[in-house]
């Protein structure tokens, strides 16, 4: 199993910056999937960034609507994720979420598959 634990939420104006970090512990060398996901009240877990750590090494996928705006950066290890954020806007006002997949595999987009999750960290922008 593999433990995730999110820092770096916080209130910012639109236009700022925040760096997210997540801190995963347990059996991570297992880990072929890490990404990030926010959820706004009343709308579902979206996927924000992904990084592929087996078959495809290195390669990241974002949403639409964060492309040119954040990164998403692993530690080589599989122990640290990171979201470099900026330029951020109100609607990017959620909860973020760190998650993980183990096993061998690439990278998926939906929630459902990812197994291990972190407990958040809330992320406002004002404008």
């Known amino acids: 199993q593999v433990q995730l634990e999110e820092s770096g939420g916080g209130s910012v104006q639109a236009g700022g910056s925040l760096r997210l970090s997540c801190a995963a512990s347990?059996?991570?060398?297992?880990?072929?999937?890490m990404g990030w996901f926010r959820q706004a009240p009343g709308k579902e877990r979206e996927m924000v960034a992904t990084?592929?750590?087996?078959?495809?090494?290195?390669?990241?996928r974002y949403a639409d609507s964060v492309k040119g705006r954040f990164t998403i950066s692993e530690d080589n290890h599989k122990t640290e994720l990171s979201l470099q954020m900026n330029n951020l806007k109100p609607e990017d006002t959620a909860m973020y979420y760190c998650?993980?997949?183990?096993?061998?595999?690439?990278?998926?987009?939906?929630?459902?598959?990812?197994?291990?999750w972190g407990p958040g960290t809330q992320v406002t922008v004002s404008s």
């Open positions: 990084v592929d750590l087996d078959f495809a090494v290195g390669v990241t």
């Open positions: 998650a993980a997949a183990l096993g061998r595999g690439y990278c998926a987009t939906s929630p459902t598959a990812f197994p291990y």
């Open positions: 347990g059996y991570t060398a297992s880990t072929y999937c």
